[in-house]
């Protein structure tokens, strides 16, 4: 067993999820929510030569995307130092 | 020099970089011939990955079907981004822990069971077969166009390309060959998109330019422009779509879940040395693609703009046909763009009405768009040498996929277990060619159906494949009679709605008859939903799973002594 106790097993894994919910709650509300459901709300905003609702669709629901991966993986990285299941 | 010149020069210099990158990655073992050794650089790897990943469709279609839909092709860059992030987050680095070489591996193991095995080795090759087709196929309509050569010539010397180096290198020579191949492909996007965009507005982003001033001294917005034209020509709206919300949602979803359950996309996080390095390999292939998804639906917007205003001219009157421009002229004599005079005043006129005169193929706005900004024939030979690597990199990464299900799934975990690693490496060399033979003979004489089977794949990826691999880490006490009652129930609901609407009655595919109104594009996130439930209610009724492989599922869950974990 590589954790201390499972008590800590546990624990990584709930940190785990909460870490995972969070961040896909954020994937969703970009995508799905921005860049669907609420297109046509969102339409009645400009920004710049673009309206927001068809922004995010097409761009900024990507940018978006990549910026989740990496903080996933640095707040990943930390949680794995912490309770010590890291890698050498 | 001519297009055909610079063609011949630019993709026989490409081609002979990734046949000498094959010779120098050569597979010694079955490790290096599936997984690379698992010792491919996270970078490399995102490169990699984003070169399998980008497939001629990406490369050829998708700025073309944006430019055509507008708002409605967010789908697809939504869809096919989005599904990093699913990957990324919930399967790439527990599958890496779990340390084997495929995705039948996991379902095989996790579900202790050769049935559900057998099923995922059944959905692995069905689904890369339909989309290795498609590859072969673009391959050859990138070799007759600009090399003049007959279509199935193009597809022959395609295979024998993909042959020598899948055949040879395995995954170690189809990794470094395809990061050679994303750089080909993303200066051959990028290259024309720029130009263009500094034609057109003036800024040298086109991710900016996209959302800038035209520069025609009108101070006008290009969308604003774009969404005008459309409004006069009887067009939708450019930033507004067609299809309905619900239909929108369910095709993202079936797009982003399908591309999370892709075989050849996952397999690609077996190939790194750590769980580290699969989580962040994702992010850097996310980065790779992305460059090319942000610029594309920029590249759509531009074309409109450049295809409207060149057939209909400033004023909207219409171009006489003999001041006809160069690019009606060339892509007139392949068939993919058609004039008819029907008002006979002699004068080319495009629109959304019954104005129109005009019929344009998709698939040729990017090919194109060069010739649309009136860029110089390198950068349109440039083009070409990219959608052969786009087209060449997805062929090969799903061959081995394929390859790999038979040598490895089915016979070594199947019908042969006793077989040596040496017999095995031999078998999987054997089922390469046999799928490159295959392949080739789909891209030469293609079903009919390829364009609607594209549908299937991901509809089959996200209805089986997904939810089990789901089940598999977060749920514990998933069973097998629970993951395999789910698979099937998945891939029948899909495929019979998809084999309904596509094959059984394609006349009946409109909205009015689809179920909450979800097109089969969207289906497959129903089958998920399908698949999730029924998975749960049989698991509720059947026996425990046995505590052997709670333990194993407990180990996934954390990096440590994912080094050590390798074949048995």
Avoid at chain 1, 43 to 68: D, E, H, M, S
Avoid at chain 2, 103 to 130: E, K, L, N
Avoid at chain 2, 161 to 182: E, L, S
Wanted: with cysteine.
């Amino acid at each position: 067993m590589a954790f201390q106790s499972d008590e800590m097993a546990r624990a990584y894994w709930k940190e785990n999820l909460t870490i995972m919910g969070s961040l896909l709650a954020i994937w969703f509300v970009v995508s799905y929510v921005c860049g669907i459901l609420l297109v046509d709300q969102l339409n009645a905003i400009r920004l710049g030569g673009f309206k927001l609702g068809f922004w995010f669709a097409q761009q900024g629901a990507i940018y978006v995307f990549v910026a989740l991966i990496f903080v996933y993986v640095a707040k990943m990285n930390a949680l794995d130092k912490k309770y010590g299941v890291e890698e050498e | 020099m001519d297009i055909q010149t610079w063609t011949f020069i630019l993709v026989g210099l490409s081609f002979s970089l990734y046949i000498g990158i094959a010779i120098w990655a050569r597979a010694a073992s079955t490790g290096e011939f599936y997984v690379a050794g698992k010792g491919v650089h996270p970078v490399a790897n995102g490169m990699a990955t984003a070169a399998d990943w980008m497939s001629a469709a990406s490369f050829i279609s998708m700025a073309g079907i944006i430019s055509f839909i507008g708002y409605d092709g967010g789908v697809y860059l939504m869809g096919w981004t989005g599904g990093y992030v699913l990957l990324a987050l919930c399967l790439a680095p527990y599958l890496r822990k779990f340390g084997k070489f495929t995705v039948p591996d996991f379902i095989g193991d996790r579900y202790y069971s050769q049935t559900a095995r057998m099923v995922a080795v059944f959905c692995a090759i069905f689904v890369s077969f339909t989309y290795v087709a498609g590859q072969m196929r673009g391959v050859g309509v990138v070799f007759s166009r600009f090399l003049e050569v007959d279509i199935n010539l193009g597809v022959i010397i395609g295979m024998a390309i993909v042959f020598f180096y899948a055949v040879m290198g395995g995954m170690k020579g189809i990794t470094y060959t395809q990061v050679a191949q994303y750089c080909v492909l993303i200066f051959a996007f990028l290259v024309p998109a720029i130009f263009t965009s500094l034609a057109v507005t003036g800024n040298v982003f086109p991710q900016i330019g996209f959302g800038s001033t035209v520069t025609d001294g009108s101070g006008m917005y290009l969308l604003d422009k774009v969404d005008g034209l459309s409004q006069e020509l009887g067009f939708n709206q450019y930033t507004d779509g067609s299809k309905s919300t619900v239909d929108v949602f369910f095709i993202c979803a079936a797009l982003m879940v399908g591309t999370a359950g892709l075989p050849h996309v996952i397999i690609r996080f077996f190939t790194v040395p750590r769980v580290k390095d699969a989580r962040i390999s994702a992010g850097y292939a996310l980065i790779f693609i992305a460059i090319l998804y942000t610029t594309a639906p920029a590249v759509a917007a531009f074309a409109r703009v450049n295809m409207i205003e060149s057939i209909n001219g400033p004023e909207m009157k219409g171009v006489p046909a003999e001041q006809a421009p160069g690019w009606i002229d060339n892509w007139s004599k392949t068939g993919l763009v058609k004039w008819e005079d029907k008002n006979g005043d002699g004068r080319m006129f495009y629109s959304g009405d019954d104005r129109n005169e005009m019929s344009i193929n998709r698939d040729i706005i990017v090919l194109a768009s060069p010739e649309l900004a009136q860029l110089p024939n390198w950068v349109v030979a440039l083009l070409a040498a990219g959608g052969l690597a786009a087209a060449l990199s997805t062929a090969a990464g799903l061959l081995l996929v394929i390859s790999t299900s038979i040598s490895h799934d089915l016979l070594k975990k199947g019908f042969k277990p006793d077989m040596t690693d040496k017999q095995e490496l031999l078998a999987a060399r054997c089922a390469a060619v046999l799928a490159v033979i295959c392949a080739g003979y789909l891209g030469i004489n293609p079903p009919g159906f390829v364009a609607q089977v594209v549908a299937f794949a991901f509809g089959l990826a996200a209805s089986s494949f997904f939810p089990a691999i789901i089940l598999g880490i977060f749920y514990k006490k998933m069973n097998k009679e629970g993951a395999i009652a789910g698979m099937l129930a998945g891939i029948l609901f899909t495929s019979a709605y998809i084999i309904y609407f596509k094959f059984i009655n394609p006349a009946a595919n409109v909205p009015a008859n689809w179920w909450f109104g979800i097109s089969p594009e969207g289906i497959g996130t129903l089958g998920m939903l399908v698949n999730f439930v029924v998975s749960i209610a049989v698991n509720k009724v059947t026996a425990e799973v046995p505590q052997d492989v709670q333990d194993l599922v407990e180990s996934i869950r954390f990096p440590k002594g994912a080094g050590d974990a390798h074949d048995h």
